[in-house]
């Protein structure tokens, strides 16, 4: 069974830093593009960063763009979100995603429940 | 930039219901459909505009192509109550619609 456990979140102060991890199961990590996609509070879906099967190329939401990196270990199976600079803008619920095989130009299939993120003082 | 409309709708059950999203320009076919219940993560219902997943009810459906596209849900179930979002691969940056809230009467 595919499994998307994500970590890491939590109250943090404006200016601060959190790292997200998420954990895969189920299925050979190294095959799929991964998304972190993010939802604030009653809000709608915010696509943050991508990272391809094997890390060589990352992409970004400009909102985020120079303040978070996306990064992977395959061989641990775990997908990482390193979030610096947070503002409370960042304060969201923030989903690790799979993509289906094919490319970042695919839909998404498997969603993780997600790991809240307060930017709060 | 996607735009979903409407942005709410109240329905009540056997009804039929039309969503849809349009494009700022042209994503060929690439362009997806989700449901989302309070409390629970999306679910792929649609990809590439009209290929239905497993395991989805044969009463969803996905058409069209370019800049307008349209989630069809004949037969509405109370289940069905939830948020639909599309959501276009075509171009960096990725983007959802604003999302359509279903409400069942």
């Known amino acids: 069974e595919v499994q998307l456990v994500e970590s890491g979140g939590g109250l943090v102060q404006p200016g601060g830093s959190l790292r997200l991890s998420c954990a895969a199961s189920g299925f050979t990590l190294s095959n799929y593009w991964m998304y972190w996609v993010r939802q604030a509070p009653g809000k709608g879906l915010v696509w943050v960063s991508g990272i391809n099967n094997d890390g060589s190329s990352t992409t970004y939401a400009d909102s985020v763009k120079g303040r978070f990196t996306i990064s992977r270990d395959n061989a641990k199976n775990t997908l990482y979100l390193q979030m610096n600079s947070l503002g409370a803008e960042d304060t969201a619920v923030y989903h690790c995603?799979?993509?289906?095989?094919?490319?970042?130009?695919?839909?998404?299939?498997?969603w993780g429940q997600g790991t809240l993120v307060t930017v709060s003082s | 930039v996607l735009t979903q409309s409407p942005d709410f709708q109240s329905v009540t059950p056997n009804e039929k219901v039309t969503i849809t999203c349009r494009a700022s320009q042209s994503i060929g076919g690439t362009l997806h459909w989700y449901q989302q219940k309070p409390g629970q993560s999306p679910k792929l219902l649609i990809k590439f505009a009209s290929q239905s997943m497993s395991g989805v009810p044969s009463r969803f459906s996905g058409s069209g192509s370019g800049t307008d596209f349209t989630l069809t849900i004949n037969s509405l179930e109370a289940e069905d109550a939830a948020t639909y979002y599309c959501?276009?691969?075509?171009?960096?940056?990725?983007?959802f619609g604003q999302g359509t809230r279903l409400e069942i009467k």
């Open positions: 959501h276009q691969s075509s171009s960096l940056p990725i983007t």
């Open positions: 995603v799979r993509v289906l095989p094919g490319g970042y130009d695919s839909a998404t299939d498997y």
